[in-house]
């Protein structure tokens, strides 16, 4: 097994803070996909050197980029490069490995989860791994009055994701199908793989906890997933109280790397903390 990330530049600080706490339970080898010129300086200063590899690469561009989701694309548009290399991303290390981990940056965890994959990977020949969020899913098509083009029992959130599978010419096969249902396609990778990879097998909850979830109070989390807008660094969020343990991990976590942070961040980070104590 190996895993992979790609960082954003805007995404140092998360980077640092969900490496730092990926490797401090867990020792794989792992591959940062960045675009060229990122100064990565202090993400490399909180990972082990020995077994973190980077790859220096421009991000795809394509037309299609520009009007994937309509008005109702659910990532910031000028993050869709990035997610479009996640699926270069995914296609390379595939053919490396048997069997490929990936993680978001908006994470932090909280215990080992690379021993249990291998485990639960272990017993299929072929297959996507990951936890499924088809009821919040559902939920928020039918809020939103979207049309839906991912008709699939299982629908995987690729906060963290697990793939044992063929991904030979996958990039394109993303390009052609967004050519095909590009403007329903709201979550364009996350879309993309639910409906691409056919045989799914899903995780516990736990590798990958959502905080809106039903029952994210009483779960012993091994990876946290900050997941939409409500995230302990950004500006003038709501923090429900049932987040706020989760929130104050985040923060402790901050603490623990604070030298390689942008002061602004842990500040952010520090300030919703404590306005809810």
Not at 62 to 74: K, Q, S
Not at 75 to 94: D, G, N, Y
Not at 224 to 231: A, D, N, P, Q, R
Not at 256 to 276: A, H, M, P, Q, T
Request: with cysteine.
């Amino acid at each position: 097994m190996k895993a992979f990330v790609v960082l954003d530049e805007g995404y140092i600080n998360q980077a640092v803070v969900s490496l730092s706490s990926f490797f401090k339970y867990n020792r794989i080898k792992l591959i940062i996909y960045a675009e060229k010129g990122t100064d990565l300086s202090r993400v490399l200063a909180v990972v082990p050197e020995d077994i973190v590899e980077v790859r220096y690469v421009s991000f795809p561009q394509h037309e299609l980029f520009a009007t994937v989701g309509g008005n109702r694309l659910m990532v910031h548009r000028s993050a869709v490069p990035a997610i479009a290399q996640r699926i270069k991303a995914l296609e390379e290390v595939s053919a490396e490995t048997d069997c490929v981990l990936n993680f978001d940056l908006d994470t932090l965890f909280l215990g080992s989860v690379v021993p249990l994959l291998e485990e639960i990977t272990a017993e299929h020949q072929t297959g996507i791994f990951g936890v499924s969020e088809r009821e919040n899913r559902d939920r928020w098509m039918k809020q939103m009055n979207l049309k839906e083009v991912v008709n699939t029992p299982l629908y995987f959130n690729t906060g963290l994701m697990c793939y044992k599978a063929d991904c030979k010419g996958l990039y394109q096969k993303f390009i052609t199908e967004l050519e095909k249902h590009g403007d329903f396609m709201y979550c364009p990778e996350q879309d993309f793989v639910n409906l691409h990879f056919k045989k799914k097998y899903p995780l516990a909850n736990e590798f990958n906890a959502i905080w809106f979830n039903q029952g994210y109070k009483e779960m012993a989390p091994l990876m946290v997933h900050y997941l939409s807008m409500e995230k302990p660094w950004n500006k003038f969020i709501y923090l429900d109280f049932r987040a706020y343990a989760w929130w104050k991990k985040y923060l402790s976590a901050c603490e623990r790397v604070e030298g390689y942070l942008d002061r602004d961040f842990i500040g952010r980070v520090r300030s919703n903390v404590n306005r809810v104590k």
